[in-house]
């Protein structure tokens, strides 16, 4: 395969997850990694800075789908159709293959605390374009920083489900339901009957 393969960031993608599984974060290097995709080290660098950066290229994607359904909802729909619009949007790049990927990411993750601290901006990033989204169809700026709260809440609780389920029903589906929950629950704290579970 060509070396300026425009499927780069996959095969990278692809690489590190086999990579690491075999050999461990600590013991893979870019050099490695770059073989394995059939790329060179330059190309590594051309698309990621280090790579722990690999696991973690979709969430710029993730954030410009984001916000790209937000500003396409129908003009009037309010904050909380905005949310759904974006996990709609999400739903091109949130598909059984990438269920696969994210089963090996939680794996790698899992097993070394410098990949999970890296993983932990991957929510604050992709917030960040979810409020910025909200205020620019007019939210204030409490309702679109809960807003993009709510919706990563409930898209962590969306990917567990996926990643835990059958596969049967897409993405977007797990993400409407984990919405409709995560607000549910937040209206129901003030319950004197609220009981958590």
Same mark, same amino acid.
């Given at each position: 395969?060509?070396?300026? +393969?425009?499927?780069?960031?996959?095969? %990278? !993608? /692809? +690489?590190? =997850?086999?990579?690491?599984? !075999?050999?461990?974060?600590?013991? /893979?290097?870019?050099?490695?990694?770059?073989?394995? #995709?059939?790329?060179?080290?330059? /190309?590594? &660098?051309?698309? &990621?800075?280090?790579?722990? !950066?690999? $696991?973690?290229?979709?969430?710029?994607?993730?954030?410009?789908? &984001?916000?790209?359904?937000?500003?396409?909802? *129908?003009?009037?729909?309010?904050?909380?159709?905005?949310? @759904?619009?974006?996990? #709609?949007?999400?739903?091109?790049?949130?598909?059984?293959?990438?269920?696969?990927?994210?089963?090996?990411?939680?794996?790698? +993750?899992?097993?070394?605390?410098?990949?999970?601290?890296?993983?932990? %901006?991957?929510?604050? @990033?992709?917030? *960040?374009?979810?409020?910025?989204?909200?205020?620019?169809?007019? *939210?204030?700026? $409490? /309702?679109?920083?809960?807003?993009?709260? =709510?919706?990563? =809440?409930? &898209?962590?609780?969306?990917? !567990?489900?996926?990643?835990g389920s059958d596969g049967a029903e897409?993405?977007?589906?797990? +993400?409407?339901?984990?919405?409709?929950?995560?607000?549910?629950?937040?209206?129901? =704290?003030?319950?004197?009957?609220?009981?958590?579970?």
């Amino acid at each position: 395969m060509s070396r300026w +393969a425009p499927d780069a960031p996959d095969r %990278l !993608e /692809t +690489a590190v =997850l086999e990579l690491f599984a !075999e050999n461990g974060y600590e013991e /893979t290097t870019v050099a490695q990694i770059a073989d394995r #995709a059939g790329l060179n080290r330059a /190309t590594f &660098f051309r698309h &990621f800075a280090d790579k722990r !950066e690999v $696991l973690f290229g979709g969430e710029d994607v993730l954030a410009g789908l &984001f916000a790209d359904g937000i500003r396409a909802a *129908a003009p009037g729909t309010a904050p909380d159709g905005c949310l @759904r619009a974006a996990f #709609a949007a999400a739903g091109d790049v949130m598909t059984p293959q990438q269920r696969a990927k994210a089963a090996r990411r939680v794996r790698v +993750a899992a097993a070394n605390s410098e990949v999970q601290e890296r993983g932990l %901006l991957k929510p604050a @990033r992709m917030a *960040a374009a979810i409020d910025a989204a909200l205020r620019e169809r007019g *939210a204030g700026e $409490l /309702t679109a920083r809960l807003g993009a709260q =709510l919706a990563m =809440l409930a &898209f962590s609780v969306a990917v !567990e489900r996926w990643m835990g389920s059958d596969g049967a029903e897409p993405f977007p589906v797990h +993400a409407a339901a984990a919405l409709d929950e995560v607000q549910a629950r937040a209206a129901g =704290l003030g319950s004197p009957s609220h009981r958590p579970a």
